[in-house]
């Protein structure tokens, strides 16, 4: 059976479980959230930077939606931040009916999109189009964030659930919960602090910190292939006949070598029967 997870703002620890189970069932198939599609390798592989969260969306000539969720960033030794608290507010004009709610997983490609995700109140605007029908629906979209240092673009996806059906162009806030980051780091930091790895990953994101080691999120290292390349028009060329390659060894002798005097061979006596037949 499916999870419904809560879109309320809850503590961080609560949220890095609840986006540990969305991030797991978009990469591991077979687990019970999966949506039955995973996403592309290569587009995690070379991710700078993530935002899970979940969203209660209503629409009726309209739309409103809230939500809430973590953001991480990709680091320079290619592990990955701790979690940064987030609350989502948003709201769109279409002609949307329904009720859903939405696991979302939106990937940063560069790593301007994540100062641009990781400012306080940085906006974040996409082109929606979206169809959930039946317990379990689909929803795309293209986003693209925008802030005072500029725009950048992020795939999205997602899972849905509920009756919700329509078109519209909506527009979504992203804000940083600096109380929830401030009480679950026991101190006052920034998302920029948490984003950029000044602050160690408390025991209790472990579970999501694992899931962010897989393989699946780290590019694969480049095989060295043995060259097997043959001469021009695949030819051996050999020596030729008579000729011999003689390796010579530049090595001192263990033992004094005595050179032999090249004289003429000494004349043996003859045996005496052969000289009496004479």
């Not at 400012?119 to 979209?141: D, K």
Request: glycine share 10%.
């Amino acid at each position: 059976m499916e999870r419904i997870h809560n879109p309320f703002p809850a503590s961080l620890r609560c949220e890095s479980k609840k986006c540990m189970r969305i991030l797991e069932s978009f990469i591991q198939p077979s687990s019970i959230d999966s949506p039955g599609l995973s996403l592309p390798p290569h587009v995690l592989e070379k991710a700078k930077g993530l935002v899970i969260f979940t969203v209660f969306r209503i629409g009726f000539m309209g739309a409103a939606r809230f939500g809430s969720g973590i953001m991480l960033a990709r680091l320079d030794d290619g592990s990955w931040s701790p979690p940064s608290a987030i609350t989502i507010l948003g709201a769109g004009f279409g002609g949307l009916v329904g009720v859903e709610m939405t696991d979302f997983v939106f990937v940063l490609n560069d790593p301007h999109a994540v100062r641009t995700f990781s400012q306080c109140g940085s906006a974040l605007l996409s082109a929606n189009l979206s169809t959930a029908l039946g317990p379990v629906g689909r929803s795309v979209e293209v986003g693209g964030g925008a802030s005072a240092k500029g725009a950048a673009a992020t795939f999205a996806y997602s899972k849905s659930k509920g009756v919700y059906g329509g078109m519209s162009l909506e527009g979504a806030i992203l804000i940083e919960r600096r109380h929830a980051n401030q009480k679950f780091y026991k101190r006052k930091v920034k998302a920029s602090q948490v984003l950029t790895g000044a602050v160690a990953p408390p025991p209790e994101v472990k579970p999501l910190m694992d899931i962010l080691a897989l393989h699946v999120f780290h590019p694969k290292l480049d095989t060295p292939t043995l060259s097997r390349e043959m001469p021009p028009d695949d030819t051996v060329e050999l020596p030729a006949e008579g000729e011999h390659q003689v390796s010579e060894l530049h090595t001192e002798p263990s033992q004094p070598v005595y050179e032999l005097d090249a004289g003429p061979a000494p004349t043996l006596p003859m045996p005496r029967a052969i000289q009496s037949e004479q």
